[in-house]
């Protein structure tokens, strides 16, 4: 009997399984300039059940240190919320393509562009170098970042935007603030509320980082429990970070909730 | 007959939306006057701004081939293998998560638990955990990265998997098929182009962040960034500053060309 002529439901891809390959292959080879070995992860792991084990239990005796820079980690994410919010508006209208010349929009995008190219870390370190340590470095950097990111989300809703009204408003002749305020912000506002209370979230996780190199906030005393193997201490401050995050994103919520309708 | 106004909102509404407002603003007058700022400092900014790019200028090019390549390359690798990690753990997660694929509530809770558990905690805060169990080096920037980027991908990617048609499902169950055969032919060609745009914006967004965990010792580009700055060497963190930004535009400029031909 010849051989059975079995039809094959799904053709082998031998371009996908030279991706794989080419992927594993890749793995190998960044493995091996890391320098990372199988050694070094099981001495990791030892060294991670000793890490777990003195941080257990969280020790929240500092609580007074702890409530006072989540405090001061909630006032830098409000204030850079509220300035970054306000600022990206106008650059964000700026921005947008279909309603500004070339000569607006080329600064404007340009300013989100650098905004957004470099992490908020980077520029904590530049703030903290201008103005010294504590919360105005932090609330300039998320300023910063609160820019990069809302400016450009903000400046493509506008660009997605119906023109009709905005040719009505133009043709009744209506000065320029007028067709902003009745022909396009009505159309982008649901949008601009998602975008504000996002980048509110987001700017809640990033205060709790800038503290890490001086910018204020929960991340010094996270770096300084750290560096002094208070692992105890480290292990409370990280409880309280993520009930902080998980607050800030169900406030998030419901703001969207109420708005949403 | 009685005049009639029209409302958009319902009472309830506009109260809502009224205690919002008011509880925004009330949040930023209270932070605004107990914030403690030095005004001093805020004034003095622009001359500092101004005295630290000037120490910046000329960036120290020389400098690039004997510690900035190096760790360039690192912070590449970085990125690149944490992601693949990140897909790794964050594959059983979202499979966990989605729930037509996992119909048990409390193993959805579960996932859900640590999908926003990964989220809330920073890179730079995973990199410090990270650092404390493997010491300081790229392994534990890499797991890291991969640990941070597991809530995102697997939220993304648990949301497309229940996005799924159930017809080639119930297709492939109704022949006999094994399940590993259920999940390749049925589910994985649905959620690939999803798998594949996730893949490369959270590559993007590592390829920034593997930038700065060397701050607190994880490997990279970073380490090289602390140095310059602990040693008052603004060239060099000039010629870094560069580089990084280089890099970064240059992923982003990949990812965009990739995007538009996968998707």
Redesign the interface.
Known sequence: MSAVNTRRAFKPNWLARLGWLAVIGYCVLAFWSLDITWDRFVIGLENGAKFLGSMIPPNFERWKLLLGNLLETLEIAVIASAFGVAFSLPIGLAASRNLMPTWATWPARILIAICRSFHPVIFAILFVKAVGFGPLAGILTLIFASIGFIGKLFAEAIEEISLKPVEACRAAGAPFMSVILYAVLPQVLNRFIGFATYQFDANIRNSTMVGIVGAGGIGGTLFAAFQRFDYDFLAAILISIIILVMLGEYLASIVKAVFND | MTSRTWERFTPA?RL??FA?YLA?VT??V???R?????PE??Y??PT??AD?FARMWPPDVAHYREGVHQAL??SM??A??GT?LALVMSLPVALLAASNITPIPALNWLARLIL??S????T??WA??FV????P???AG?IAIGFRSIGFCGKLLGEALEECNKGPVEALKAAGAPWPSIFL?AYWPQVSPAFWGITLFRWDINV??S??IG??GA?GIGMA?DTA?ALFRWNQVALI?LC??AV??VAEIVVTKIRQKII
């Open positions: 509404q809502a939306r919002i925004a949040a930023l209270v932070s605004m107990t914030v403690q700022i030095v400092f805020l003095d900014a500092q701004m630290m390359v690192e690798h970085i690149g293998m693949i926003v558990s989220r809330s905690v920073n730079l805060v410090i955990l404390a169990v493997f010491g080096g790229a392994l890499t032919k920034r962040e930038a700065v701050l607190v490997g960034l700055i500053l990084i930004f970064v535009i």
